[in-house]
């Protein structure tokens, strides 16, 4: 009899990817069948963060409520995977004996393999170095409509002092590019209009493995493929990014007009505490570049407020760069204190009060700027995908805007034409927020 898997998955994209990676994989045994509702599933495999606290809190909820099923639920057994597994696998061997598996981000094909062995009722773990396998044809099941995320490296080699990244992913490993390419096609066949490309650091595409950097040129082929309307670049490090790739964007009317480039301060002395190389003047002569390039760039950036040593001043000078810059999407994490990692070992560690205060401060800031930001955008005609449909109501993305961290953009739907989710459609701004957007949809993109 067939087994029935749910996979709950947490975190980042990367790790999204990763779960359907798994899933892919699952799909090719006749005896695990996989399932949408945790319900009435065997077994529930929780595909793990446990890059900072509040992640690895989740994660490890998502745990025990999984386990609490095995009592009252129909569920049987329970897997933990991802990077809270790879990470803290005696922890969770030891702490939780509830949890029936543990697989960490290794090879993907061996989850069928330990799933096997755990119907069967062992207890198995299988947790070895994180080599993800990526420069082979993956089976992937996505079942998002119009968008997907493209993972094109995994791991890092920056080994900046805050981060647990390369000790739980291991050094950067690129995607050849014959692999990313075979996966993009076969998404965009699926009906994927958006692909999202993801990595640690996808402004170092290519280096580990070419001895150069070849994201210019993956942008290229991905911008080749027939019916692929979007190309998306997330975390694209500042101090990495290629003038070609600039260039690129500037010519290729599919790749969209939007960069993420995670900064995490400002201040020159915090980041070479952060081991971030450049200071204040390198990035604004970096953003400066790349606005000359592309004079319509939406940029989005990350922030780290609270990190250890950072004086008033060092504080006041992140947000004086803020404004002056005017990053049109701006996230900001408090700094959260990880074991192991050079950043926990630093004096000056400041107290959490302090980190919410400051964190309010720069969301304070960034919601003016957004607002003024969102406001230039108003009886603008944009395009957008639609992602959800409400009743007479839909709810979608300009094409300025990644999934669930930017923009929405909402209102009625029309009556002259059908709207699909996952389909691309051209819209009329008709008013602005701090972060989100009405609007109307007037016409259909071929």
């Known amino acids: 009899m067939s087994v029935r898997v749910f996979i709950y998955n947490l975190g980042c994209p990367k790790n999204q990817v990763d779960g359907e990676y798994i899933a892919g994989y699952l799909t090719e045994s006749e005896n695990i069948t996989l399932v949408d509702d945790y319900e009435v599933a065997d077994i529930i495999a929780v595909n793990t963060c446990g890059f900072i606290e509040t992640a690895k809190e989740e994660s490890i909820e998502a745990i025990f409520e999984a386990v609490k099923l095995k009592e009252t639920g129909n569920c049987q057994k329970v897997i933990v995977t991802g990077c809270l597994a790879q990470r803290y696998v005696d922890d969770i061997k030891s702490d939780i004996p509830e949890v029936d598996g543990i697989f960490g981000i290794g090879d993907y094909q061996k989850m069928v393999e330990l799933v096997e062995e755990v119907k069967r009722g062992q207890r198995v773990t299988m947790v070895s170095e994180p080599e993800q396998g990526l420069n082979r044809d993956i089976p992937r099941v996505h079942k998002e409509k119009g968008t997907a995320y493209l993972k094109i490296a995994d791991g890092c080699d920056q080994n900046c002092t805050y981060c647990t990244i390369p000790s739980i992913k291991g050094g950067f490993k690129s995607r050849e590019m014959e692999y990313i390419l075979n996966e993009a096609r076969r998404l965009v066949e699926q009906g994927i209009n958006e692909l999202i490309l993801v990595a640690q650091d996808t402004a170092l595409y290519g280096l580990d493995i070419y001895g150069e950097v070849r994201l210019a040129g993956l942008l290229e082929e991905l911008a080749k493929i027939d019916g692929l309307k979007w190309i998306r670049l997330m975390y694209t490090y500042p101090e990495h990014l290629e003038e070609k790739v600039l260039e690129v964007m ?156 930017d923009n929405a953009i909402s209102g009625e739907l029309p009556e002259e034409f059908e709207i699909e989710i996952g389909s691309i459609y051209l819209a009329l701004v008709k008013s602005a927020f701090e972060y989100d957007l009405e609007g109307e949809i007037i016409d259909e993109i071929g």
């Open 250 to 405: 500037a010519r290729e009317d599919k790749i969209c007009n939007y960069l993420d480039i995670p900064i995490q301060h400002a201040a020159g002395q915090v980041r070479k505490r952060m081991g971030r190389p450049g200071d204040r003047s390198s990035l604004e002569a970096k953003i400066a570049r790349i606005r000359n390039v592309l004079p319509d760039v939406v940029l989005r950036t990350s922030l780290i407020v609270g990190f250890p040593g950072e004086s008033e001043e060092e504080f006041e000078e992140l947000v004086d760069f803020i404004k002056e810059v005017k990053f049109d999407r701006l996230g900001v994490f408090t700094y959260s204190k990880e074991e192991n990692t050079p950043a926990a070992r630093l004096d000056g560690q400041l107290d959490e009060d302090l980190k919410v205060r400051r964190y309010n401060q720069i969301m304070e800031e960034q919601q003016t700027i957004a607002l003024e930001k969102n406001s230039e955008r108003v009886d603008k005609k944009l395009e957008i995908i639609v992602e959800e449909i409400d009743g007479n109501r839909f709810n979608g993305r300009t094409e300025y805007d990644a999934p669930e961290i």
